[in-house]
């Protein structure tokens, strides 16, 4: 399987995020001082997209809502309450999806 490799932005200011639509080197320059995200290459139960920073609930975890974070050079699920972080690829696990992406961290309270 060939490794897509996309991000996304956010302003700092604004808030606003902005998704790799072009070519990618426009597109980091376009973004110069905003925070960027890498897509993990990976998708969650409904199709939607999984980057770096996004807050995932994994169907068979306790606690369920992880933080995918980029670590010691891989994707990993962090928790802040258990301070527990595993391989992304357990989103998969068995070959059944189970994460579902419920917001990023910039969307949280």
């Not at 980091?28 to 897509?39: A, H, I, P, S, V």
């Not at 169907?59 to 258990?82: H, M, Q, R």
Request: net charge negative; hydrophobic share 30%; glycine share 10%.
């Amino acid at each position: 399987m060939e490794r897509v490799i996309k991000f996304r932005a956010i302003s700092s200011v604004t808030g606003k995020i902005h998704y790799q639509d072009k070519d990618l080197w426009e597109f980091l320059r376009d973004c110069y001082g905003m925070k960027l995200e890498q897509f993990t290459g990976l998708h969650d139960k409904n199709g939607k997209e999984i980057y770096e920073g996004d807050v995932v609930r994994m169907d068979s975890f306790e606690p369920s809502d992880y933080i995918v974070k980029f670590i010691d050079g891989a994707f990993c699920l962090w928790n802040d309450d258990v301070g527990y972080g595993t391989d992304i690829h357990y989103t998969h696990h068995a070959g059944r999806k189970q994460a579902t992406v419920t917001s990023n961290i910039h969307e949280r309270g």
